[in-house]
């Protein structure tokens, strides 16, 4: 599978608070939270960013509240994938429980700017510039998270296991 | 080759499995999953969409709607709903309604439903606090925890444990709050990410439960999976207690500790009998700096609660510093008891008198202004200091809104004087 869009570049720590601010934790509607991603990082994103769009972050990204409709947010706005040099744990156990599609690279993130537009090859694990030569290599995926991202997230392989344990 | 109490609690939990080391995944039964009315809206969600029937048990699902409640509007009023109809259709026991509801992180261990040794996992970062009593408690999200209800398990990373050595008695003033903030400023926000942290050392001796679980609630602050103090006689007495008055499903339980050859990533120590009282300045809880350190920083408003600081020994220090003192006129001041317990004791006790008399406010318990819920929203401009654990940006409402860290105490003198200030200003 490959994303390719145009890159939002974020720095280092941001929170779930500002992917989603609290005032909209009154609803888990998708495509209402949608409407205010990364608003307290930046608050026109929603009109600068358009569908198959890219995030890059920093370090430790998505840190703070275990909110889910962090990476829910992102999902539904469109945004193909995140990129960032590390993910905070809770953050990344969503990206993957829901199957928003998460890339962990140093150096693309230290090369790669805003406005940029990107290849991201999920099979292979590599990022490249569009038109560029060259690629950046991503971090591989434990074993069993592959297995929870082949099936679409937690809730795909739990629903392998409901029926075996129906059976 | 040892493990430690961290590796011990998920091996026990993790069944088939003979031996752990960090990096390993595991499938781990869960004693405990717990949700709040922000996060188990979804993880109904996931649950009813796989088609069960009933709860892994109805005894081990904790829903508390501590977020928005007492209903702040009404797509909260809707949220909350949800929970209390899962509640009654699931045969859950530990759902709490307003007047009996806390803040999740306080009200748990007050009931003794958690239990040293045990493995719990919470739709809510802060579920780290539970590592206080000595068992293995971490934050996940919804679907972890709608899939937790479904299947009583949780898919889990066998984390490092870095070794935090505290050593030397607190000066007056100084609690568990600012130890953890000291560390975190230390450590960075991300220093101890996906790992665990493990507290020892003879300060432990002079922390109570309530500096432990201030220490342990802000572990994720640092970017920890967990914190966690082994269990000793402090520990032993307040859960005994807590059994005794609420007489929970489970009265027994195995305490852990690690053992003496475990091996660390790292082990950090910390002198803590020259610590003087810490606030963190905006926007993240590793800018700590002793209070002497802010000159003339003016707060429009004083919060003291949550499940860091809202705890009862927290709101006895706030009235011990506020007792015959006015509030400046220029600050509000919100106190929040972090449970129904807490508020009773703290109205028995007359810190809720203190808290009154001296023009502050007394609320019912709840997360209030910590996320920017409720109860003390800021506005663009205005600052605060609070004893809550996060000072992100817009973290208490506006985007421009600042928020400062501290203890109780300092809450309070600054409460007084209007800037942020230490109780010998007063």
Redesign the interface.
């Given at each position: 599978m490959k994303f390719k869009g145009k890159v939002h570049k974020f720095g280092d720590n941001v929170n779930t608070d500002e992917i989603i601010p609290a005032r909209y934790l009154n609803t888990s509607d998708p495509e209402e939270l949608a409407k205010h991603c990364m608003e307290d990082a930046d608050p026109e994103f929603v009109e600068k960013a358009v569908e198959g769009d890219i995030i890059f972050g920093g370090e430790n990204f998505g840190c703070g509240s275990s909110r889910e409709h962090a990476p829910i947010a992102i999902k539904a706005f469109g945004v193909s994938c995140v990129v960032a040099k590390s993910f905070a744990r809770i953050f990344y156990r969503n990206a993957i429980n829901i199957g928003l599609p998460i890339f962990t690279s140093e150096d693309a993130v230290r090369d790669i700017k805003t406005g940029d537009k990107v290849e991201v090859d999920a099979v292979k694990g590599q990022i490249k510039k569009v038109g560029r030569k060259g690629s950046f290599n991503v971090e591989v995926f434990p074993k069993f998270i592959k297995e929870i991202v082949a099936s679409g997230g937690l809730m795909g392989y739990a629903a392998k296991k409901a029926r075996r344990v129906k059976q | 080759m040892g493990y430690t109490i961290t590796e011990k609690i998920l091996l026990s939990h993790s069944r088939g499995t003979r031996s752990i080391a960090p990096g390993d995944?595991v499938m781990a039964d869960v004693d405990l999953c717990l949700g709040n009315d922000?996060?188990s809206?979804?993880a109904i969600?996931?649950f009813r969409?796989?088609?069960?029937d009933r709860v892994f048990n109805s005894k081990r699902v904790l829903l508390v709607p501590d977020?928005?409640l007492p209903a702040?509007?009404m797509?909260?009023a809707n949220?909350a709903r949800l929970l209390k109809d899962f509640a009654e259709e699931f045969k859950i026991d530990n759902y709490f309604e307003l007047g009996e509801m806390g803040v999740e992180h306080a009200l748990l261990p007050e009931r003794g439903i958690i239990l040293p040794g045990d493995l719990m996992i919470?739709?809510?970062?802060h579920?780290c606090t539970h590592g206080a009593l000595g068992a293995f408690a971490t934050?996940?999200?919804?679907?972890?925890l709608?899939?937790a209800m479904?299947?009583g398990e949780c898919?889990l990373?066998v984390p490092e444990t870095i070794k935090i050595v505290l050593t030397g008695k607190p000066r007056k003033w100084v609690g568990g709050k600012d130890i953890i903030l000291h560390i975190i400023s230390d450590l960075g926000?991300?220093g101890a990410?996906?790992k665990a942290m493990e507290f020892a050392g003879d300060t432990l001796q002079y922390l109570d439960m309530d500096d432990r679980f201030s220490i342990c609630n802000m572990a994720v602050e640092a970017?920890a999976?967990n914190g966690i103090v082994p269990p000793d006689k402090i520990t032993e007495s307040y859960v005994k207690a807590a059994i005794r008055k609420y007489k929970p499903s489970r009265k027994t339980y195995k305490a852990v500790k690690s053992d003496k050859d475990a091996v660390y990533s790292e082990t950090r120590e910390y002198n803590v009998s020259k610590l003087e009282p810490v606030v963190a300045a905006p926007d993240?809880p590793s800018n700590g700096k002793p209070v002497s350190g802010y000159k003339n920083v003016k707060v429009d408003q004083v919060v003291v609660g949550s499940c860091t600081n809202g705890r009862i020994s927290d709101l006895k220090t706030a009235a011990s510093v506020l007792k015959g003192k006015r509030v400046s006129p220029d600050v509000r001041l919100v106190v929040i008891p972090a449970t129904q317990d807490v508020y009773r004791e703290a109205v028995k006790q007359g810190y809720a008198e203190i808290f009154v008399k001296a023009g502050g406010t007394f609320c019912t318990p709840s997360c209030g202004p910590c996320?920017?819920?409720h109860m003390g929203i800021l506005s663009e401009g205005e600052v605060a200091l609070a004893t809550t654990n996060?000072n992100?940006?817009?973290?208490m409402g506006h985007?421009k809104s600042l928020v400062y860290l501290s203890n109780p105490a300092i809450a309070a003198a600054s409460a007084v004087k209007g800037i942020i200030a230490h109780p010998s200003d007063l």
């Open positions: - | 995944f922000v996060t809206p979804i969600k996931e969409e796989l088609g069960f977020h928005f702040k509007d797509k909260s949220q919470g739709a809510d970062s579920t934050g996940v999200g919804s679907t972890d709608g899939y479904a299947f898919w990373k926000v991300s990410l996906y970017g999976k993240l996320l920017g819920g996060r992100f940006v817009g973290r985007p």
